[in-house]
């Protein structure tokens, strides 16, 4: 096998991540399940592909230019991932974040230079009131016209740089008959599902959230310890018809399955990919044999071992 051609940029090694097959997690008689390992992007999680696509998408319209800045609440991988792009374009960037996410996180955001505000959470856990400091903070920071909120929740440019996802399991693997994805700012469940839609019309979509914030099943949000999901409210990205279902995944479970990845399929990776591949198992099972059941490895393993997760 080739190596592949060096590239000018860190930014063009965003992307084209490696596919892999369960083989001890799947059980006998169930469908192939596939994973896309995104910690091999840059800065350790798919994250990358949406803060270049957003930056760029600005870029390209004007609504940034050198000089301005740039903000986001996050809770740390998105953040992580502007930092990286904002550091390579010259940019100047403020995010908001918390004690509720991984230390590990916060610190990579500083890595990269980015002037980082830490929001206080509730007890260390993600609620709905924390996202609603957030939006109050970031109301502040946008009354300075030198500043481009890239505003993930709501930002079309998102779906375009996930999207690649999709193409790229095209390629890899040919037709897709499930795909299942944890539910934060939607971006890459949607982004996904219309590339795949746009070769097979025949891939069931599956939205995931925690079972202790089952906001889009019931309505209801709630305190939860899997970052990057759940924020309480109903995701803008997340459309009628962008989606098959929504199903609600143990977070007890997720963090179980997440060792057992790594103990036993060497995927190493976070809680909501653990709760990615709980889902992914079962529908493996509905489905059967002769199909093919893909999700997503979020972001590496690295960013979770000072927390409890691999304790």
Same mark, same amino acid.
């Given at each position: ?17 490696? !596919? ?33 696509? @957003? ?12 000089? @301005? ?12 991932? !502007? ?12 995010? &908001? ?8 996180? =916060?610190?990579? #955001? ?7 505000? !830490? ?21 502040? =920071? ?26 790229? !399991? ?25 590339? &795949? ?40 990205? &997340? ?17 179980? #399955? ?54």
């Amino acid at each position: 096998m080739s190596s592949p051609a060096p590239v000018d940029s860190v930014l063009h090694a965003i992307g084209r991540t490696p !596919l892999v097959r369960l083989k001890r997690l799947a059980p006998a008689g169930s469908a192939e399940v596939v994973v896309k390992l995104e910690y091999f992007n840059p800065t350790g999680s798919y994250k990358d592909r949406m803060a270049l696509a @957003m930056i760029e998408g600005a870029e390209r319209r004007g609504t940034l230019r050198p000089g @301005m800045r740039v903000v986001e609440y996050t809770g740390g991988s998105t953040g992580s991932s !502007l930092a990286m792009v904002c550091a390579m374009k010259g940019y100047d960037f403020h995010p &908001l974040s918390s004690d509720a996410f991984s230390a590990e996180k =916060l610190d990579t #955001m500083r890595a990269f230079g980015a002037d980082l505000e !830490l929001i206080a959470s509730d007890g260390g856990k993600v609620t709905p009131a924390l996202f609603d400091r957030f939006k109050a903070r970031i109301k502040e =920071l946008t009354a300075d016209p030198n500043t481009f909120w890239t505003d993930q929740f709501n930002n079309a440019d998102a779906l375009d740089g996930y999207a690649n996802i999709g193409h790229e !399991l095209a390629e890899q693997v040919g037709r897709v008959d499930g795909f299942v994805g944890m539910v934060g700012t939607a971006g890459m469940l949607v982004g996904v599902a219309k590339a &795949l839609n746009a070769t097979s019309r025949s891939t069931r979509i599956v939205a995931l959230e925690p079972s202790t914030s089952p906001f889009l099943t019931t309505g209801k949000g709630g305190a939860h310890r899997v970052e990057g999901t759940a924020a309480g409210f109903w995701p803008p990205h &997340l459309t009628k018809g962008s989606y098959d279902e929504v199903r609600v995944i143990n977070e007890d479970a997720g963090r179980a #399955m997440a060792r057992r990845a790594a103990r036993e399929e060497g995927v190493f990776a976070g809680t909501s990919t653990g709760m990615n591949l709980v889902a992914a198992l079962d529908l493996a099972r509905e489905l059967g044999p002769g199909k093919v059941v893909a999700t997503v490895a979020c972001d590496t393993g690295l960013k979770y071992l000072a927390g409890d997760l691999f304790k």
